[in-house]
């Protein structure tokens, strides 16, 4: 249930490295288990922040709840990009939604 969207400015060398990374990342954080974690990523993308076209990201997180700590939950997601992409904490954005059981769909049915 849990989603994160990772969209970039910049080429990705090892998408399926940072994909598990991010899988990984977003369990430990959140609580959740691994296998309903689902992560993209979308590379190159054209993009600025603050009328600049350095290195960015923004990342859209989604889940049935959210982090009760969500400083924490931000902070292991920029380490993340920071890590993996070399992009600083503040050329990052992060939303997160907490959606409803009955909005999210899985396996023919809602949560």
């Known amino acids: 249930m849990p ?31 691994e296998n309903y974690v689902m992560v993209a990523v979308e590379a190159k993308a054209t993009m600025l922040m603050g009328g600049s076209d350095a290195p960015t990201a923004f ?33 990052i954005y992060i939303s997160m939604t907490d959606s409803e059981r009955q909005n999210w769909g899985w396996n023919h049915s809602t949560f």
Request: charged content about 20%; overall charge negative; glycine content about 6%.
């Open 59 to 91: 990342l859209d997180y989604r889940a049935l709840g959210l982090p009760a700590d969500r400083k924490a939950f931000s902070d292991a997601l920029c380490t993340l990009i920071t890590e993996q992409l070399g992009i600083a904490g503040d050329r």
């Open 3 to 33: 989603y994160l969207n990772i969209v970039t400015n910049q080429s990705i060398d090892d998408e399926s490295a940072l994909l598990k990374a991010a899988s990984q990342t977003v369990s430990l954080s959140s609580g959740k288990p």
